[in-house]
């Protein structure tokens, strides 16, 4: 059988162009390619009612609590190919703890003291403190949560943001569960040692 530099330069750029779209199969499912897709932002209108609108929706998106994302079994697969990724926190983490604190009638400073320097203060919003927070970890799984502070006359109005993660759950989902130390067994004294007991 004579083979031919054509018939081998064929045969190579079909294996080539099988393992090129190996590859970007792999690399689009693991996330290294741009999967997210995002769109455009829509047009902000500063009506009144239009402002209304966007502070009751984001009172319900607040009181959702935090909503936490995983990612496929497929694409828990396709992570092996994929680079190492860094867990990403931003914002501010509220747990419900800190939430249990807050109380309507409380000063800016004291809201400040529990819950920290807010992310967003917005000079068109002044009376509205946001609380936003957003962890990636490495293995595709995303958290997301916010709480919205109101005031009113420098005074705690209302607040929104419920069914928060406690700080031990929040622990537990960047660190992994804490290791309960299992209790030690009394140890036996070596021999020789002398031990001196004191009755009263």
């Known amino acids: 059988m004579r083979v031919t530099i054509a018939d081998f330069s064929r045969e190579l750029s079909l294996k080539s162009v099988a393992v090129a779209a190996f590859a970007a199969a792999v690399l689009t499912l693991s996330g ?8 455009p932002a829509a047009a902000v ?4 009612a239009a402002v209304a609108a966007d502070t009751s929706k984001s009172a319900a998106v607040a009181n959702a609590g935090a909503q936490t994302t995983s ?5 828990k697969f396709f992570w092996i190919f994929s680079p190492y990724r860094p867990d990403i926190q931003q914002g501010n983490f509220v747990s419900q703890e800190m939430l249990a604190q807050l109380k309507v009638g409380q000063t800016r400073d004291q809201v400040k003291f529990i819950l920290g320097t807010p992310l967003l203060t917005d000079a068109f919003h002044a009376e509205r403190w946001d609380y936003p927070f957003y962890l990636a970890r490495g293995n ?4 997301k949560a916010r709480v919205t502070v109101y005031f009113k006359d420098d005074k ?5 943001g419920g069914n928060l993660p406690t700080e031990k759950e929040y622990i537990a989902r960047i ?16 021999a020789g040692s002398a031990s001196i007991q004191i009755k009263k």
């Open 71 to 75: 990612t496929s079994k497929l694409q």
């Open 32 to 39: 290294c390619a741009n999967w997210r897709q995002t769109q």
């Open 45 to 48: 209108s500063t009506s009144d």
């Open 140 to 143: 595709g799984e995303l958290t």
């Open 175 to 190: 660190a992994g569960p804490a290791k309960v130390a299992a209790k030690e067994a009394p140890k036996k004294e070596d």
């Open 156 to 160: 705690v109005e209302r607040f929104d």
